[in-house]
């Protein structure tokens, strides 16, 4: 009986995400092509991993060993903006708008990864020099590189979920806001 | 170590017909079509996959089977090996089959 390893089932897995996701499958021609096999298991984790932020873009410092994903895209763009204009209209600090805590809240849990040796931040205050961003920093013993397709995934699903609350709250759509923004807030501020 | 291949050989004949490890829950597109060429050696590509056929969640199923599957035959090697080496011993008196 051939010997297969954990990857094969990985890859699978990975394989099914990436079908089940139109986003993902579009822009993606040679999908059909990759073996189903250990070695294109690498490729397709990283490929998976750079397609999912429209703009990603990745660091190596050769000195501390560390690895620093840079993740932009015009859902995270959308977001800083519709909480710009939610802190403007309401009269809010950044510290309490609870949109912001949510954004913090999906970050974290898409980067609990089952590996360890990494880390992660984000630049989405007005405040912040450069493009807001979710950034993820490895260092040489990261091991879960199959794990950030998911994690990325997963990510900006929850800005995009954002998004539509913020709109829903600002008046933009008509979908009912879950959060009522009383007035105490801008009194607060 | 001493082996009776007469007893052994009753042993299998009686054994009821069944899969010894039982593939329950395990999706049966993946097993015939994933899992069961790729353990024959047979080379896939994704393009070969009909991925409307199982849910992501069959997949973590599908690996324990295998994991299951994997150490039944291991232990079956080993005792394939065990038997080989055995040697062969003559009865002490002449005995016609």
Redesign the interface.
């Given at each position: 009986?051939?010997?297969?390893s954990?990857y094969?089932?990985h890859m699978?897995?990975l394989?099914?995400?990436v079908?089940?996701n139109p986003r993902l499958k579009k822009g993606w021609p040679s999908?059909?092509?990759?073996?189903?096999?250990e070695d294109a298991f690498y490729e397709l984790s990283m490929e998976l991993a750079v397609s999912i932020f429209e703009d990603t873009s990745s660091y190596y410092n050769e000195e501390s060993g560390i690895e620093t994903w840079v993740l932009s895209d015009p859902m995270v763009d959308r977001f800083c903006e519709l909480c710009a204009r939610l802190e403007t209209e309401k009269g809010l600090e950044e510290g309490i708008n609870p949109y912001r805590r949510n954004a913090e809240q999906v970050i974290h849990e898409g980067f609990r990864l089952n590996s360890y040796s990494y880390d992660y931040g984000w630049r989405l205050s007005a405040g912040d020099r450069g493009r807001w961003c979710v950034l993820f920093f490895s260092n040489e013993e990261f091991y879960g590189l199959e794990e950030l397709p998911m994690a990325f995934m997963e990510i900006l699903d929850g800005f995009q979920e954002l998004n539509r609350q913020l709109e829903a709250v600002l008046g933009l759509n008509k979908i009912v806001p879950i959060y009522s923004m009383p007035n105490e807030w801008k009194e607060a501020a | 170590m001493k082996l009776n291949l007469k007893l052994l050989s009753t042993r299998f004949s009686q054994a009821k017909e069944q899969l010894y490890v039982p593939d329950d829950g395990v999706n049966p597109y993946l097993l015939e079509h994933i899992l069961r060429p790729n353990l024959e050696g047979e080379f896939l590509r994704l393009g070969d996959i009909d991925f409307d056929a199982f849910e992501a969640d069959d997949v973590p199923a599908l690996e324990e089977y295998y994991d299951r599957l994997y150490k039944t035959s291991q232990n079956l090697a080993q005792f394939a090996q065990t038997v080989a080496r055995v040697p062969p011993a003559p009865k002490a008196a002449r005995v016609f089959c």
């Open positions: 009986m051939e010997d297969l954990s094969f089932f699978l897995y394989a099914k995400t079908h089940d999908f059909n092509s990759i073996p189903l096999d | -």
